[in-house]
């Protein structure tokens, strides 16, 4: 179940989504907490970083393992505006983080439940908790507002 801090953490990942559409990138944020504290934060940058690997979720995670000097990071809760794509997935579950929670789903790509789910397959053996439809509508809204533009 969602709680305040989950809402207010989810405001954060939409404030780096904002920044994300202000670069031109497809509007996704991301922060990484542990015990009520922001590690990093960080939100779509594969155009302007030439790298289809700098989804939101991998740049804080790269952030974050340098930050603690250490690619794991367990204990931690990573907050996403859109539901997880497979690497993204892959990439928190080799970090060990322990909870995911995300906004919008996403129908078309999300491993976290819509066109599949990775952090259910028991054999994996680090379970990360998932968490999704945390401000929803919200989250959404940043998406429907960049492509409407867009288009």
Same mark, same amino acid.
């Given at each position: ?11 954060? +990942?939409? $404030?780096? +989504?904002?920044c994300?559409?202000?670069?031109g990138?497809?509007?996704? *944020? ?10 990093a ?11 289809p690997?700098a989804?939101? $979720?991998?740049?804080?995670?790269r ?11 367990? *204990? ?14 892959? +990439? ?18 999300? +491993? ?14 680090h379970?990360?908790?998932?968490? *999704? ?19």
């Open positions: 179940m969602p709680t305040d801090l989950d809402q207010q953490f989810m405001a954060l +990942a939409i $404030e780096q +989504a904002h994300a559409a202000a670069a990138e497809v509007p996704v *944020g991301a922060v990484l907490v542990r015990d009520g504290q922001v590690l934060k960080a939100f779509n940058q594969p155009i302007g970083l030439h790298d690997s989804h939101a $979720e991998m740049q804080v995670l952030a974050a393992g340098q930050i603690e000097g250490n690619y794991r990071l367990p *204990g931690t809760t990573l907050y996403v505006t859109l539901e997880p794509c497979v690497m993204c997935a892959g +990439a928190m579950l080799h970090a060990r983080v322990g909870r995911v929670v995300y906004g919008a789903p996403d129908p078309k790509t999300g +491993a976290a439940g819509s066109a599949l789910n990775v952090f259910a397959y028991q054999q994996i053996n379970q990360t908790q998932v968490e *999704g439809g945390v401000l929803v509508e919200e989250c959404g809204q940043v998406l429907k507002t960049f492509f409407r533009e867009r288009r």
